[in-house]
């Protein structure tokens, strides 16, 4: 075995996220998504000792339990890597890999309340960022995702189950009318071209949509066509905003540098558990909004009676959450990094009509050290990288009764949890929630008292 060398391999067991597990010439094989049951041919990138880990080149022998995949994409385009795993079996598989998480940790789970599914396995999206490009040098100009395995080939994928027949329109449509017009896409490497990203947010509960498409000023191109293009076609939804964001950056991602409303409104308003959110272009919003939904309820119902107590929401973004639990709190207090999620936070609160809520910018490793009242309940959702070590001694600190995570990242949580552990708390129940069917996320909620 040989770096850059092709090895097959039958895959055994499983790891988080969606790593398959196989055994070679005396090395275990890591195969990021493979799955039991298979047998795999993967290229040697990493090699040590005692493991390897491979880059996944085909499938040759399916599982048994696989199925027919509903999407033409599935397999080129790189988004989604287990639709042809039954969705039972793919709750199955997460459930397990989290458990696993915290064996591994000897973090206990407290009662394991199991994992409850995504409302929708399909279409279930309410925000995609697509990318311009080409499949591959000389192609003609495509529309979408990164393709599996290559570094810059970008395919279009107007036929993408996880959003909707709105969503798949304005694709096709942006994809046909830039490559009539010739326009060039951005090379990253040589930071030269004008079509960079197309970022579509939908609504789900009130339909409305916002296109965001997002272009360097390397070309002045009147877009008034392509807007009216847009205009003229016929939605299930309500396209209410049309936006041009120019962004010169050198980075790949999406940075709003200036921002030119071409059509209606700068935001769409959703409505989540009762409560009206306006949501900008460029605001964090659960991309699953009917699990979205879901996902708060496990957190009201691990709050239990909290009327009389005091809530913190620490990394609440746009206040989602701590808006949800507001009327049941007596006073919620959130804090967030991104100035402008707190601006949308206090908005939204007004909207609500929440005077019980209170946010507060800045780095939450900082601000709690300031803040002088002291939490009943302290709600935890932060990025996948988990707590700061400095904001979980406030945390701690805090000496709060009752703490409820919230994790996107069951490996960085495990972490987390064992600090708190060690520092009096106990872990009393533990549950997953599918948020992103037919990939390898999952967002974990747990409850821990002191």
């Not at 799955?35 to 399916?62: N, W």
């Not at 409303?261 to 700068?266: A, E, S």
């Amino acid at each position: 075995m040989k770096k850059g060398s092709d090895l097959s391999v039958k895959i055994e067991k499983l790891q988080f996220p969606s790593t398959g597990i196989g055994y070679a010439e005396d090395k275990t094989i890591y195969v990021k998504n493979a799955f039991p049951g298979q047998t795999v041919t993967g290229r040697v990138k990493r090699k040590k000792e005692d493991y390897a880990e491979l880059k996944l080149i085909s499938v040759d022998e399916r599982a048994d339990y696989e199925i027919e995949t509903p999407c033409s994409h599935f397999g080129v385009c790189g988004g989604c890597s287990s639709q042809s795993i039954p969705y039972e079996k793919q709750l199955e598989f997460l459930s397990e890999e989290v458990k696993e998480l915290f064996r591994e940790a000897n973090v206990d789970t407290g009662e394991y309340l199991g994992i409850q599914g995504s409302p929708n396995q399909w279409e279930y999206r309410n925000k995609m960022e697509f990318t311009f490009g080409d499949e591959a040098k000389g192609e003609p100009l495509s529309l979408g995702m990164h393709m599996r395995g290559k570094s810059f080939g970008i395919l279009t994928v107007d036929g993408c189950k996880l959003v909707d027949e709105d969503y798949r329109k304005i694709i096709k449509l942006t994809a046909d009318y830039f490559r009539e017009k010739d326009l060039p896409y951005y090379r990253i490497m040589k930071a030269e071209g004008y079509l960079r990203h197309l970022v579509i947010r939908k609504a789900q509960n009130t339909g409305e949509i916002l296109v965001n498409l997002v272009t360097t000023t390397q070309v002045d191109f009147d877009l008034s066509e392509y807007v009216k293009l847009l205009r003229e076609q016929s939605y299930k939804g309500n396209l209410v905003s049309i936006i041009h964001t120019e962004n010169n950056s050198k980075s790949d991602a999406v940075i709003p540098e200036k921002v030119n409303v071409l059509f209606g409104k700068d935001y769409i308003r959703e409505t989540l558990l009762g409560l009206q959110f306006n949501i900008s272009p460029f605001s964090f919003f659960q991309t699953n909004t009917k699990g979205a939904e879901s996902l708060y309820s496990i957190v009201k119902e691990f709050m239990g009676d909290s009327e009389e107590k005091i809530v913190f929401d620490l990394y609440c973004g746009t206040g989602t959450i701590g808006q949800i639990v507001a009327p049941n709190a007596k006073k919620v207090i959130g804090i967030e990094l991104i100035e402008e999620a707190v601006e949308a936070a206090r908005e939204n609160a007004k909207l609500n009509g929440l005077n019980n809520c209170e946010f507060i910018a800045g780095d939450v490793a900082e601000i709690i050290k300031t803040v002088k009242v002291k939490p009943d309940i302290i709600i935890l959702d932060p990025p996948r990288t988990g707590v700061h070590p400095k904001a979980l001694d406030y945390v701690i600190k805090f000496n709060a009764p009752e703490i409820i995570y919230v994790s996107c990242n069951p490996k960085t949580l495990v972490n987390d949890l064992r600090v708190l552990t060690e520092k009096g708390y106990k872990v009393i129940k533990t549950k997953v929630k599918d948020m992103f069917p037919n990939t390898p996320h999952a967002e974990t909620v747990v409850k821990l008292i002191k």
